[in-house]
T-cell receptor, first 111, second 113 residues
């Protein structure tokens, strides 16, 4: 059975802090890993990672994949209150065309 | 705004009832995905349709069914509702068969009382 575990489950920081969110997975026919940010409503796409060791960056957010150790991390530097959200990771399984989401990390950034 | 629309926004109904959730994908997108998000189960994939045909199935209960119509909008039918079906139901769409970079709709919040 496919398994996706995110840690920590919840994180509370102050503005300006740097955070690291973890996603480990055990799935068959792995193809890519996606990160989403979910605020009050629908998840919005952040990154898609397919190759190991290649960092993807978007502003203060960056992410990297380790296909050997089966995990990915999402880093957010100089956090802002607008970064408060649930961050979801989802491995994409080649054969089935579906995303299996982790339970998410709830990030709260205090001013 | 992702371009994916879902109706209704909120739905409150009683146990045993049947409801239909509707989704219109982004213009040009052929795939529609349905997800259920509850507090205890997280975001779970239910089913995918591509150009009217079922393509992938996830943890969808037998009491639930979906279809995609020729104009590509999709409906998710939930019957014999139970309290545990209370959740946020998301529809997402993508251009092709792959769910990568799919765009999520705003969701329908279903409350079963």
């Amino acid at each position: 059975e496919d398994k996706v575990v995110q840690s920590p489950l919840s994180l509370v920081v102050h503005e300006g802090d740097t955070v690291t969110l973890n996603c480990s997975y055990e799935v068959t026919n792995f193809r890519s890993l996606l990160w989403y940010k979910q605020e009050k409503k629908a998840p919005t796409f952040l990154f898609m990672l397919t190759s190991s060791g290649i960092e993807k960056k978007s502003g203060r957010l960056s992410s990297i994949l380790d296909k050997k150790e089966l995990f990915s991390i999402l880093n957010i530097t100089a956090t802002q209150t607008g970064d408060s959200a649930v961050y979801l990771c989802a491995p994409y399984i080649r054969s089935y065309g579906k995303l299996t989401f982790g339970q998410g990390t709830i990030l709260t950034v205090h001013p | 705004d992702s371009g994916v629309t879902q109706t209704p926004k909120h739905l409150i109904t009683a146990t045993g009832q049947r409801v239909t959730l509707r989704c219109s994908p982004r213009s040009g997108d052929l795939s529609v995905y349905w997800y259920q998000q509850s507090l205890d189960q997280g975001l779970q994939f239910l089913i995918q349709y591509y150009n009217g045909e079922e393509r992938a199935k996830g943890n969808i209960l037998e009491r639930f069914s979906a279809q995609q119509f020729p104009d590509l909008h999709s409906e998710l039918n939930l019957s014999s509702l139970e309290l545990g079906d209370s959740a946020l139901y998301f529809c997402a769409s993508s251009q092709g068969l792959d769910p990568m970079q799919q765009y999520f709709g705003p969701g329908t919040r279903l409350t079963v009382t």
